[in-house]
Antibody, heavy 119, light 111 residues
Framework: QLQLQESGPGLVKPSETLSLTCTVSGGSISSNRDYWGWIRQPPGKGLEWIGN???????YYNPSLKSRVSISVDTSKNQFSLKLSSVTAADTAVYYC???????????WGQGTLVTVSS | QSALTQPPSASGSPGQSVTISCTGT?????????VSWYQQHPGKAPKLMIYEVRKRPSGVPDRFSGSKSGNTASLTVSGLQAEDEADYYC???????????FGGGTKLTVL
C-alpha cells in the first residue's frame, strides 16, 4: 500500500522560504506513470494545486504561484520536496503531498501538515 | 487559472439522491474527460471517489456516480447515508500548461 508522509517546519516567518519534503513508501517514485505533487488548503477553505514533478525532473506549476515555487525530486531517497519563497500569512495552509495521474487525478494523499506563516 | 465553480452547499435526507455540479470552461472540464471527485471529512485528507468523469476506484460504493455534459461535470450520491456528510471537491485536467484545477468545494449535509 502506497504511503506518503510530509515533513518540515510547522512555523515559518514572513518573507522566508517554506520547505517541505514528502517521503514515499510502499512504491517507487520512479514510476513512469505517475506525477508527484503538492496541494494546499488554507484553514476553512478549498484545495489549491501548487505543482507537480515527474521522476525525470519535469515540473508543472500553478501559474499564480510559479514565480515562488520550486519542486524537486530525489529518486535515491524516494522523496520529493517543495520550496515556496517569500511567504506571507496567505500561505498559511495544510500542505498535502500527493500522487497524481498523468491527467490530474489524485489517487494518493499524504495526511497533510499545517504550516503557519507568522513572526 | 480560475477555480472550477461548485455550489457551496447541498443537502438531502437519508435514502435520497443529491447531485453536485462542477462548472468549468472548454479549457478544462469541457475539453477533457479527466474530471475527478474527492470526499473530505473534517480533519482528514481528501479521498478519491470518481476519476475520468465516471470511473470508481476499488472500494468506492456504487452509490457514487459521475457524469459530464459540456463544461459541467456532476457527482450524484444515491441512497444518502449519514457517513456521506462531508465536503466534496472536483478537479479537472487543464492542459499541459495549467495541468490541474480544483473546484471551490461543496459541503454536503445529510438532514
Amino acid at each position: 500500500q502506497l504511503q506518503l508522509q510530509e515533513s518540515g517546519p510547522g512555523l515559518v516567518k514572513p518573507s522566508e522560504t517554506l520547505s517541505l519534503t514528502c517521503t514515499v513508501s510502499g512504491g517507487s517514485i520512479s514510476s513512469n506513470r505517475d506525477y508527484w505533487g503538492w496541494i494546499r488548503q488554507p484553514p476553512g477553505k478549498g484545495l489549491e494545486w501548487i505543482g507537480n514533478i515527474y521522476y525525470s525532473g519535469s515540473t508543472y506549476y500553478n501559474p499564480s504561484l510559479k514565480s515562488r515555487v520550486s519542486i524537486s525530486v530525489d529518486t535515491s531517497k524516494n522523496q520529493f520536496s517543495l520550496k515556496l519563497s517569500s511567504v506571507t500569512a496567505a500561505d498559511t495552509a495544510v500542505y498535502y503531498c500527493a500522487r497524481l495521474g498523468s491527467h490530474g487525478g489524485v489517487s494518493y494523499w499524504g495526511q497533510g501538515t499545517l504550516v503557519t506563516v507568522s513572526s | 487559472q480560475s477555480a472550477l465553480t461548485q455550489p457551496p452547499s447541498a443537502s438531502g435526507s437519508p435514502g435520497q439522491s443529491v447531485t453536485i455540479s462542477c462548472t468549468g470552461t472548454s479549457s478544462d472540464v469541457g475539453g477533457y474527460n479527466y474530471v475527478s471527485w474527492y470526499q473530505q471529512h473534517p480533519g482528514k485528507a481528501p479521498k478519491l471517489m470518481i476519476y475520468e468523469v465516471r470511473k470508481r476506484p476499488s472500494g468506492v460504493p456504487d452509490r457514487f456516480s459521475g457524469s459530464k455534459s459540456g463544461n459541467t461535470a456532476s457527482l450524484t450520491v444515491s441512497g444518502l447515508q449519514a457517513e456521506d456528510e462531508a465536503d466534496y471537491y472536483c478537479n479537472s485536467y487543464a492542459g499541459s500548461d495549467n495541468f490541474v484545477v480544483f473546484g471551490g468545494g461543496t459541503k454536503l449535509t445529510v438532514l
